[in-house]
Nanobody, 125 residues
Framework: VQLQASGGGLVQAGGSLRLSCAAS????????MGWFRQAPGKEREFVAA????????LYADSVKGRFTISRDNAKNTVYLQMNSLSPEDTAVYYC???????????????????WGQGTQVTVSS
């Protein structure tokens, strides 16, 4: 699976962005998908994940209620809608694919098999 993230940019605090992650390959719908982010000088951290079917999602506490992950398996794409953005959300955002082990969504990047190249999100105050 090859992943291509897009949709990042510069936005003012309180604004919104929608990230997209397009996948190649016919097996996209069999993977759980996740979004992670990494700010300068910090470790990569979990943001959100969604099961292969799209029926179950999981969010980091820091984004719960503001971000929404979704997927369209017909388009081989996963999305991250980000609302009420704050400067603390500034980071490079990565999408990743996890070959599922049941229906458990995993938050450690170590479990994810494929990664996109990242897209920069910058939130100004």
């Amino acid at each position: 699976v090859q992943l291509q993230a897009s949709g990042g940019g510069l936005v003012q605090a309180g604004g919104s962005l929608r990230l997209s992650c397009a996948a190649s390959g016919r097996t996209f719908s069999s993977y759980h998908m996740g979004w992670f982010r990494q700010a300068p000088g910090k470790e990569r951290e979990f943001v959100a994940a969604i099961t292969w079917s799209g029926k179950t999602t999981l969010y980091a506490d820091s984004v719960k209620g503001r971000f929404t992950i979704s997927r369209d398996n017909a388009k081989n794409t996963v999305y991250l809608q980000m609302n009420s953005l704050s400067p603390e959300d500034t980071a490079v955002y990565y999408c990743a694919a996890d070959r599922p082990s049941g229906l458990v969504l995993r938050t450690s990047p170590n479990f994810y098999d494929y990664w996109g190249q990242g897209t920069q999100v910058t939130v100004s105050s």
